[in-house]
Nanobody, 116 residues
Framework: QVQLVESGGGLVLPGGSLRLSCAAS????????MGWYRQAPGKQRELVAT???????NYAESVKGRFTISKDNAKNTVYLQMNRLKPEDTTVYYC??????????WGQGTQVTVSS
C-alpha cells in the first residue's frame, strides 16, 4: 500500500506561484510513475503532469511552460511548481503513484484557489 500526502495548496493572486509537495511512504520512485492530476466539481479528473522513474516528464497542454514537476528521491517527495497561475487553475490537485503491477494510488488532494 502506497500512502501519499499532499501539501502546499492555498489562495494565490492571478499571476502568482505555488509549490505543491507530495510525500510518499517509502522509496517508490524507482518503481512508480508519479503524477499530479486535478479535478473540478462535476468534471473528470485530468492529468496535469507526470514524471517517470527515469525522470521523463509529461505535461498537459494547458500548463506547459507554467508548471514544472520534479522529485527528490532522497526525500521521497514529488513537487509541482506552479507559476503564472490563472483563475482557471482553481481546483483540487491530487498526487498519484502508478505502476502496471499495482494500479494507481491517490493522495487526499489539496485545494488551489487563484483569485483576486
Amino acid at each position: 500500500q502506497v500512502q501519499l500526502v499532499e501539501s502546499g495548496g492555498g489562495l494565490v493572486l492571478p499571476g502568482g506561484s505555488l509549490r505543491l509537495s507530495c510525500a510518499a511512504s517509502g522509496s517508490i520512485f524507482s518503481t512508480y510513475v508519479m503524477g499530479w492530476y486535478r479535478q473540478a466539481p462535476g468534471k473528470q479528473r485530468e492529468l496535469v503532469a507526470t514524471i517517470a522513474n527515469g525522470g521523463c516528464t509529461n505535461y498537459a497542454e494547458s500548463v506547459k511552460g507554467r508548471f514544472t514537476i520534479s522529485k527528490d528521491n532522497a526525500k521521497n517527495t514529488v513537487y509541482l511548481q506552479m507559476n503564472r497561475l490563472k483563475p482557471e487553475d482553481t481546483t483540487v490537485y491530487y498526487c498519484s503513484a502508478g505502476s502496471p503491477a499495482t494500479g494507481v494510488f491517490w493522495g487526499q488532494g489539496t485545494q488551489v484557489t487563484v483569485s483576486s
